[in-house]
């Protein structure tokens, strides 16, 4: 089995930063594209920054520029830098991986539970 878990959600003001970070454990080989995704209440859920294994990236319009993401293969953890927070940043914010398992053929995609973020003054 394999469990990804966010820390670092909380409440800031306007303008303010926070620091994502998601831990992945379990039978892994290998993990490939991993992101962070976000959903605001009463909205679909919705990607916010992925970055390869090779370190590409890619962001949504609204957070680029202020925002980034990050990763450490050799503790499988990938990181969300956020900036000058704006309170429509506010949402519960997943991490998501594609993970090579032990005796699994192929990639498997899985979710963490979400840490909420609450952009308010």
């Known amino acids: 089995q394999v469990q990804l878990e966010e820390s670092g959600g909380g409440l800031v003001q306007p303008g303010g930063s926070l620091r994502l970070s998601c831990a992945a454990s379990g039978s892994i080989v290998s993990i490939f594209a991993m992101g962070w995704y976000r959903q605001a209440p009463g909205k679909q859920r919705e990607l916010v920054a992925s970055?390869?294994?090779?370190?590409?990236?890619n962001y949504a319009d609204s957070v680029k520029g202020r925002f980034t993401i990050s990763r450490d293969n050799a503790k499988n953890m990938v990181y969300l830098q956020m900036n000058s927070l704006k309170p429509e940043d506010t949402a519960v914010y997943y991490c998501n991986a594609d993970v090579g398992r032990v005796g699994v053929r192929t990639p498997l995609n899985y979710w963490g539970q979400g840490t909420q973020v609450i952009v308010s003054s």
């Open positions: 970055i390869t294994r090779g370190t590409s990236t």
